[in-house]
Antibody
Framework: QLQLQESGPGVVKPSETLSLTCTVS??????????WSWIRQPPGKGLEWIGN???????YYTPSLKSRVTISLDSSKTQFSLKLNSVTAADTAVYYC????????????WGQGTLVTVSS | QSALTQPSSVSGSPGQSITISCTGT?????????VSWYQHHPGKAPKLMIY???ARPSMISDRFSGSWSGNTASLTISGLQAEDEADYYC??????????FGTGTKVTVL
């Protein structure tokens, strides 16, 4: 059974860089049939897709965050990571990692999510 | 890109059917048969309920169905049960290999 688990600091100071890692177990992160995504949910708000990465290293980001986001993949560790720089309070959210089926067929496996608070 | 529009809340009594709409613009939604739907209980991971507009993952009850017409996708829950009370989100492939979620709908079972 595929499992995803987010990890990283729960508090980040304003203007600093938010860094999270998603560890994938029970399956391959180098599958040609899947992309690996980050999605977030600010408190009291809806879901927002941040971006994704393919096993080849190709990345795609939502336009509103593109200038601040980097997603990378470490196949040897079956992990992929999110870096969001210059954070503000508006970046406070529960961050989820998820597996996306190629062909835009939805996000079929999700991590439990991790709350990141931006605060000094 | 702007979020797809969903009603903020929908309610129904046990056993009834409800429908949640998801409306976008031509610039947000490339193809409505690429819309997926997610059930989200607070504090838990979202769950894929419908993909490719109307397809259902193997473990999802057939009480959940998806469809689309024009610029609107819909999720219908038949035979409403207490456990269906949750937030529901649509999600569309928006072109350029990016995605946009809907605003979310809170389903209440009366």
């Amino acid at each position: 059974q595929l499992q995803l688990q987010e990890s990283g600091p729960g508090v980040v100071k304003p203007s600093e860089t938010l860094s999270l890692t998603c560890t994938v177990s029970g399956g391959s992160i180098t599958s040609k049939n899947h992309y690996w995504s980050w999605i977030r949910q600010p408190p009291g708000k809806g879901l927002e897709w941040i971006g994704n990465i393919y096993y080849s290293g190709s990345t795609y980001y939502t336009p509103s965050l593109k200038s601040r986001v980097t997603i990378s993949l470490d196949s040897s560790k079956t992990q992929f990571s999110l870096k969001l720089n210059s954070v503000t309070a508006a970046d406070t959210a529960v961050y989820y990692c998820a597996r996306e089926v190629s062909g835009s067929s939805g996000f079929d496996y999700w991590g439990q999510g991790t709350l990141v608070t931006v605060s000094s | 890109q702007s979020a797809l529009t969903q009603p903020s809340s929908v309610s129904g009594s046990p056993g009834q059917s409800i429908t949640i709409s998801c409306t976008g613009t031509s610039s947000d939604v490339v193809n409505y048969n690429l819309v997926s739907w997610y059930q989200h209980h607070p504090g838990k991971a979202p769950k894929l309920m419908i993909y490719e507009g109307s397809a259902r993952p193997s473990m999802i009850s057939d009480r959940f169905s998806g469809s689309w017409s024009g610029n609107t996708a819909s999720l219908t829950i038949s035979g409403l049960q207490a456990e269906d009370e949750a937030d529901y989100y649509c999600c569309s492939f928006a072109g350029g290999n990016t995605y946009v979620f809907g605003t979310g709908t809170k389903v209440t079972v009366l």
